[in-house]
């Protein structure tokens, strides 16, 4: 599906959209949208890092920025490339089912009746993907809090893998924000860019603010993450120790209890084999060694 919006002073300029889940872009005429392979190459590939792309001879610029998946992929936040071609008198916006609620946010940018160029657009567009992150930056830090305070309570494997999820997803989410960073400062310090218009530029700084305070954060988040995800691990392997060695006190002190039932249960004369009450002497002598069996144990590990 492709659309076009007419914007500016008086219309000169348009803004094209084109959603690959519905175009094919290989039939797309590079005349009208100035699209040729390399672009839509990079369109398509839904790994593609962010990166910038000026073809000087055209005075054409390519952006690959990351946007945010706002659908959680296998219980986590992942972000997915979203392609902007900038010409003289066009800015192209190519996106897929997951990033297309970036056409609706620059619609609503448009709908403004500030004039607006070409390269102030996809500023503006830039800024708006950076600051869609920041709810669901906040709704993860909620969720962690959330999930710390379930395993303070009681480590549980459910707890622990939404606690994982929450990590993995913070990781792709510092991944693009770093990369969208790079991206900016490439922007700002190209020099087709040197000698913007007032307000472009300030559009590019504020854009750049938002990438970096996201990049912030999420580095922050990231980190705590891992912090908690390492310190529930110690608390887990801390608790098997401590249970494997309750369980190898149990095995020493009922080894000695076999130990003295074996000897006193052989088929040949032994002391008190006469005596009526002698089963109650050997349980008595068997709960005194237990006993001190089991305090000089506590007491040596206790000691290490």
């Known amino acids: 599906m492709k659309q076009q919006l007419q914007f500016g002073a008086n219309g000169q300029y348009t803004w094209f959209t084109i959603n690959t889940e519905t175009t094919n872009l290989a039939t797309v005429v590079v005349d009208d949208y100035q699209l040729d392979t390399e672009a839509i190459s990079y369109a398509l590939d839904k790994n593609e890092q962010a990166h910038i792309d000026y073809d000087s001879d055209e005075n054409r610029l390519l952006v690959v920025y990351n946007a945010l998946n706002l659908n959680k992929d296998d219980n986590h936040y992942e972000t997915i490339p979203i392609t902007f071609i900038a010409t003289n008198d066009s800015l192209i916006t190519i996106v897929n089912e997951k990033n297309q609620y970036v056409i609706e946010l620059i619609a609503t940018a448009l709908s403004s009746p500030e004039e ?9 567009a830039l800024t708006l993907i950076s600051n869609r992150y920041f709810p669901i930056v906040e709704e993860i830090d909620r969720e962690k809090d959330r999930l710390n305070a379930l395993l303070r309570k009681r480590t549980t494997k ?20 770093n990369q969208n960073v790079f991206l900016l400062e490439q922007l700002k310090g190209h020099p087709r860019f040197k000698n913007l218009k007032e307000d472009e530029a300030e559009q590019l700084d504020d854009a750049l603010i938002e990438a970096r305070q ?34 190898t006190i149990m095995s020493i002190l009922l080894a000695v209890l076999a130990v003295i039932t074996g000897f006193l249960g052989m088929n040949v004369p032994l002391p008190f084999s006469t005596n009526k009450f002698a089963w109650i002497y050997i349980i008595i002598a068997s709960g005194i060694i237990w006993g001190i069996g089991s305090i000089l144990l506590k007491h040596m590990i206790n000691k290490k």
Do not use: C, P, R, W
């Open 214 to 247: 996201l990049a912030s954060m999420s580095q922050l988040h990231s980190q705590i993450l891992q912090q908690l995800s390492g310190a529930f691990n110690n608390v887990l392997n801390n608790n098997l120790n401590e249970n494997l060695t309750k369980l």
């Open 116 to 124: 607006i160029s070409i390269l102030k657009l996809l500023f503006v």
């Open 158 to 177: 459910n707890s622990l893998l939404a606690l994982s999820d929450l990590e993995t997803g913070s990781v792709y989410i510092l991944a693009a924000a």
